[in-house]
């Protein structure tokens, strides 16, 4: 048994949504879970710490997107040993992340009824779907048209990916409950190209967009001459009825703003609408 005091005990868990940016969609994920243990000892954040003979801290992720793809609602917790203001946590770990991973938003994560722990899992649990974009530099908006009116058509695209258990055939067009094409922001954009908006399920195994990309390829030849730019807009609950995705932190959110100064820095980094400045650059970088 390892020999000193026991770690001191977690007193209060954020939920922290952070964005992957620019040339930081390049980053492996373990690599983002090192700068981020960097960013926390460097802000001075008290993070608890696992018990054992190699003790790390209590930092878990829930639905990390893909290295080569950008992201807006990438989510993170933290286990503190003390209580912390969310509103400063998001100010001192934006600061001490490096340019390209941005902190966008930390709640208190709510705690069951009466003393009844979080349920394991459950946050996981509400992040039924992605919202994703694709840029495909290249490409005409008619072709791109043509191919998602083919996609959507198909009752089954059954596409193969080498996956941890072998290589597996599977249905791709099941777990898309929407995709259309993006023509506004084509218009603004750079480069002549077509931009792809779709809704995607999680599912086992997970259908990622480069598999939806081989879906449109098979059904209607699209092959762009370069490679997509991907960025993952959103992740949460999925409304049926309305076919969006809700914020996955409003179940943990307070209903009140932070006081003071405080205040202010939570309203300015709410989750940006897809539309938004934040997520363009994050396909274009």
């Excluded at 893909?66 to 933290?78: D, I, Q, R």
């Excluded at 191919?147 to 791709?172: H, S, Y």
């Excluded at 922001?185 to 077509?194: F, L, N, Y």
Aim: hydrophobic share 40%; with cysteine; charged share 30%.
């Amino acid at each position: 048994m390892p020999e000193g005091p026991a770690p001191a005990p977690v007193t209060q868990r954020l939920r922290v949504r952070y964005a992957k940016r620019g040339r930081l969609r390049f980053t492996s994920h373990r690599d983002i879970s090192r700068a981020v243990e960097r960013a926390v000892r460097r802000a001075g954040i008290p993070v608890a710490f696992s018990a054992g003979f190699t003790p790390h801290p209590k930092i878990s992720y829930a639905g990390a997107a893909a290295t080569g793809v950008a992201s807006e609602a990438e989510y993170l917790e933290l286990g503190l040993t003390e209580t912390r203001d969310p509103a400063r946590v998001r100010a001192d770990l934006d600061a001490a992340l490096p340019p390209g991973l941005d902190v966008l938003d930390v709640v208190p994560v709510r705690a069951g009824h009466g003393d009844a722990p979080v349920k394991p899992g459950a946050f996981t649990d509400r992040l039924e779907a992605s919202e994703w974009r694709i840029r495909l530099d290249g490409v005409a908006e008619g072709d791109a048209a043509a191919a998602v009116a083919a996609f959507m058509a198909a009752e089954n695209i059954e596409v193969e990916r080498l996956t941890k258990k072998g290589r597996r055939r599977f249905d791709v067009r099941a777990a898309v409950s929407a995709c259309e094409l993006d023509r506004r922001a084509a218009e603004t954009a750079d480069a002549p190209c077509a931009i792809l908006r779709m809704v995607v399920r999680h599912s086992t195994p997970a259908v990622r967009p480069d598999d939806i990309l081989t879906g449109l390829r098979q059904v209607a030849d699209l092959a762009p001459p370069s490679p997509p730019l991907v960025t993952r807009l959103a992740q949460g609950p999925l409304d049926a009825d309305t076919g969006g995705l809700a914020d996955p932190l409003d179940p943990d959110r307070e209903t009140g703003l932070p006081p003071g100064d405080d205040a202010g820095t939570a309203r300015g980094h709410e989750r940006p609408r897809s539309g938004d400045a934040a997520s363009a650059d994050a396909v274009s970088a």
